[in-house]
C-alpha cells in the first residue's frame, strides 16, 4: 500500500492519513502534488506532505513513528 501523510510540524500530529492501494501510484502522486501546491499557494510552510510504501497501516506506524507519537513517547525513548 501507498499512504500519504500530511504532518503539521508545529502541532506534531498527523493531519490526514490516505492510504491508496498500489496499482493507484499516480492518484497518490497526483493528491501529494496537489496538497503541496494547495500549501505553496496559502504561503502555509507548516506541513510535511509524504508519501510512504509499507504492507500495512500498522507496519507504517511501526516504521515512521515519529510522525505518531506525542513529543512526550519520543522523548522518552
Partial sequence: MIFL???QRSTHE???L???DDADRRAAEDA???SELEQLDNK???YEILLFE???EAAL?????RY???VQEIAST
Avoid: G
Avoid at 506506524?61 to 513513528?65: A, G, N
Fill in 18 to 20: 490516505r492510504p491508496f
Fill in 61 to 65: 506506524r511501526k516504521t515512521h513513528s
Fill in 5 to 7: 501523510i500530511k504532518y
Fill in 54 to 56: 509499507a504492507e500495512s
Fill in 14 to 16: 498527523v493531519q490526514e
Fill in 44 to 46: 502555509n510552510l507548516d
Fill in 32 to 34: 501529494r502534488l496537489e
Fill in 68 to 70: 505518531f507519537k506525542t
